[in-house]
């Protein structure tokens, strides 16, 4: 997440204000147009980064210093002096890093950077009231507390584990060495993602600086394997050309479908008092659709930044062609045609999915789906509305799985019954999916009782009497954990 833009029902200015007149021009609050000023120049910069600066003619450490340069620039340009919150949580956990013991280094990193985050979130919103803030600090605390916590899991595994306890993904993206302090800060504050994100691999990273991203990548695809003799240099300006079309279209749905459709219409008396049931139902859908174009604005324009500057090459897909998604945090097509509701969340935050997953899901002992969900509420904040969002969210998750268990497969003897259980379920799942995260963007209590009580709600007591009342098999531990290398070769032998 990268991390998720704010609602912008008030704002506080935190940063540079020589785009006040813009501001006001365009009738944007001051902190976005800071955002995307920033991101533009950070688009720029990363052509000339990849043009000038690239591995074939400076050395790693000029490329490491100018991102870092770059990446404290538009910090402190986008949020003034709350920008010391990000430097000190990251020079405090760099000292973790090289004094703690290898077996706790990931225990101490965690805890002292969810801890510093948590009081972050905390002070800002109850302590000095801020309000709701449309861009503000925590969005690149919030990033630089997942690459914190990734790179310190992913040291434990490289210098505190056996390799044959590692599954694959830990073993190929294991640390074997104290990264020096200068790739540390040029990991955590690089201009590609220090605004935006998204959180990334210590690994990839540091193979991008040191130009071997690209070739990496096609070996881990047997490119020489399949007939080709020599290594290509992909260029990423298709795929940058791409995306960037797909942000002006989502800033344009912004400006006119988010606007028409606001999220304060759902506490409106017409909303809650005059419409029907059905009614509710389905203006529920539009404005949570309508309220999507900033996240994929802010997500695919990072994604971008990340692609001009020459990272997020991700090998070949199955038509041959060269992939740039490796840092992709969402698939608009997957999450617009999802027929289950997890479908629907592994496309949607992809990158903050996956630190969840190898930080907590994959970890934990107990309860793996309760913790994760848990954990991804903290790190999001303090808001109310995420904490109905996410305790909604694991009745849902939990009753979409019994149902798929125990129906699914009644509609696969024939086409025409799998189509109609994927229009069904495609329905089914949208309208879930708006009733479950329509607190997250309302924030507060008062707005998310009020739409829920309107609701009757349904889908909680119907998630409930799902799960109460319909069979569904225990999902063994050892099913939920990848599989280590050392359990590979006892497979192999037996």
Known sequence: MAAEPRSSLSYRTTGSTCLHPLSELLGIPLDQVNFVACQLFALFA???????????????????????????????????????????????????????????????????????????????????????????????????TQKITTLAFQVHDGLGRRAEDLSSEQHRLAVKAIPSFLEYVSYLLNFMSVIAGPCNNFQDYIAFIEGRHTHMKLLEVNWKEKGFHSLPEPSPTGAVMHKLCMTLVSLLLFLTLTKTFPVTSLVDDWFVHEANFLTRLCYLYIVMQASKPKYYFAW?????????????????????????????????????????????????????????KRVCYERVPWYPTVLTFILSALWHGVYPGYYFTFLTGILVTLAARTVRKNCRCYFLSSKALKVVYDVVTWAVTQLAVSYTVAPFVMLAVEPTISLYKCMYFYLHIVSLLIILFLPIKPQAHNQRRPQTLNSVNKKKMD
Request: aromatic share 20%; hydrophobic share 50%.
């Open 300 to 356: 695919t324009l990072a994604d971008a930044v990340n692609n001009a500057a020459g990272f997020g090459f991700s090998g070949v897909d199955k038509n041959g062609n060269f992939s740039w998604d490796l840092l992709s945090n969402l698939n608009i097509w997957k999450i617009e045609t999802a027929t289950s509701f997890k479908m629907y969340v592994e496309n949607w935050n992809i990158q903050t999915a996956t630190w969840l």
């Open 46 to 144: 990363a052509f000339w980064f990849r043009l000038y600066l690239s591995p074939g003619k400076t050395s790693p450490d000029v490329r490491h210093a100018f991102a870092t340069i770059f990446g404290i620039y538009f910090v402190i340009f986008c949020f003034g002096w709350y920008s010391v919150h990000l430097f000190v949580l990251v020079l405090t956990c760099y000292g973790i890093m090289v004094t703690a013991s290898i077996s706790n280094v990931h225990r101490y990193s965690f805890f002292v950077a969810m801890g510093y985050l948590t009081i972050c979130h905390i002070s800002r919103i109850y302590i000095f009231h801020y309000g709701i803030l449309t861009t503000d600090f925590s969005g690149p605390l919030m990033i630089v």
